[in-house]
């Protein structure tokens, strides 16, 4: 069975100093989508939310995006501390502890925690696909927004399947 995690779609990683994640809106409504069609076909839903010293519990920075499709009453929500999602925390097992065998991953940031949680489920012998138009970042001093995410769609296509949305099946 697969699983679809959204990595650290926050309030506090969305937006920063009055910046938006490149493509942001557009961002929100494209994981929107695969969260209704991973519900859809009884496929399990994963929030992983971020904690360090300015994403705190309870604040509003640590809180999901607004209007991101999230039912903590019914989805598997996960805090970590450290870039990858499996690092530190029960996620692992409570994936395979339902059947999640296969992941659909997407969410912030590109080059932080999304490639960390990539890389890490890989080597725990996931199969991973990663939703090449679900993703995203900031510019940096030295690329683009854009550019981050091209490498790392190329990057780590190399070892996980990177697809678009549009080619996401639950």
């Not at 705190?56 to 999602?85: C, N």
Request: aromatic share 6%; charged share 20%; with cysteine.
């Amino acid at each position: 069975m697969k699983a679809l995690l959204v990595i650290d779609v926050q309030n506090g990683v969305f937006s920063w100093e009055g910046t938006r994640v490149c493509e942001g809106d557009s961002l929100v409504d494209t994981i929107n989508g695969m969260i209704a069609s991973a519900r859809e076909n009884g496929s399990p839903v994963g929030f992983i939310q971020h904690q360090d010293e300015w994403l705190v519990p309870g604040s509003q920075l640590f809180e999901l995006v607004s209007g991101l499709d999230a039912r903590p009453e019914v989805d598997l929500m996960v805090v970590k501390q450290h870039g990858s999602a499996f690092h530190g925390t029960s996620l692992e097992a409570s994936l395979r502890g339902i059947g999640v065998d296969e992941l659909v991953v997407c969410g912030l940031q590109t080059e932080f925690c999304v490639d960390s949680t990539v890389r890490h489920a890989h080597t725990l012998g996931f199969p991973v696909t990663l939703v090449a138009d679900a993703h995203s970042t900031y510019d940096s001093e030295v690329l683009k927004a854009a550019q981050i995410i091209d490498h790392h769609n190329r990057t780590l296509g190399s070892y996980v399947n990177v697809v678009d949305s549009g080619a996401i099946t639950f």
